[in-house]
């Protein structure tokens, strides 16, 4: 079955103390991407990834690193959090990432990370 | 930069009824535009886009969407609604990120409550 899998689903932590979200997909896919989520605001591309070694900035990428060292992972990594982190992370991947006509474009959602910084 | 607006933050409809979840886009060039709904505990799933072609696009779960390039809207439309039709559903423009590549620009979702 296609899937992007996350993990925590929940995690309560403290300000400043390190932690990685993980994110795996099993499609093969080349273009994987992270968002926060937060009411009134929808949702927010954090970072992106074109490919292995491959990553770049999107709308709110402060705060947070990422790492592609493998195709079908992509961790996020909140070095010191704060509690305006505290939000709702999705990854997501999609098969490519171009913008030519006939790219499908289509992202395939994980299920979810809700983030509590105390 | 593209941008879509979703006016309203919740929708109320009786099962059996028609509903309709609005969307307005800002673009410059053509629009690529996508619906997407969200279950409660679950991640966002594709419902249907728009890229080129008809403007009444057919998508997942008898939903359809309207393109109207006068009006600049991409509105969410089901004949009849179910009462598991509710979820939080977001509009979506593609949009060209710092290095060129596709990103989506999501709306900030609406949530449409289907009564028994």
């Known amino acids: 079955e296609a899937q992007v899998t996350q993990n925590p689903r929940y995690l309560i932590t403290v300000t400043g103390k390190k932690l990685t979200v993980t994110c795996s997909q099993n499609?093969?896919?080349?273009?994987m991407s992270w968002y926060r989520q937060d009411p009134g605001l929808g949702l927010r591309q954090i970072y992106y990834s074109m490919n292995v070694e491959v990553t770049d900035k999107g709308d709110v990428p402060e705060g947070y690193k990422v790492s592609r060292k493998e195709k079908r992972n992509f961790p996020l990594i909140l070095e010191s959090p704060s509690p305006n982190q505290t939000s709702l992370y999705f990854c997501?991947?999609?098969?490519?990432?171009?913008?030519?006509?006939?790219?499908?474009?289509?992202?395939?959602f994980g299920a979810g990370t809700r983030l509590s910084v105390l | 930069a593209q941008s879509v607006a979703q006016p309203e933050d919740q929708v109320n409809v009786a099962e059996g009824n028609p509903l309709t979840v609005k969307c307005t886009y800002s673009?410059?060039?053509?629009?690529?535009l996508f619906w997407y709904v969200q279950y409660p505990n679950r991640g966002l799933q594709f419902l249907l886009k728009y890229i080129t072609g008809d403007n009444l696009v057919k998508g997942s779960y008898g939903f359809e969407a309207e393109f109207n390039k006068s009006q600049t809207s991409f509105h969410l439309k089901k004949p009849s609604a179910l009462v598991s039709d509710s979820a939080l559903y977001f509009c979506?423009?593609?949009?060209?990120?710092?290095?060129?590549?596709?990103?989506?620009?999501f709306g900030t979702g609406t949530r449409l409550l289907v009564s028994p």
């Open positions: 673009v410059s060039g053509n629009p690529y």
């Open positions: 979506a423009v593609r949009d060209k990120g710092n290095t060129g590549f596709q990103k989506l620009v």
């Open positions: 499609m093969n896919h080349e273009y």
């Open positions: 997501a991947s999609s098969s490519y990432g171009g913008m030519a006509a006939g790219a499908k474009n289509i992202q395939y």
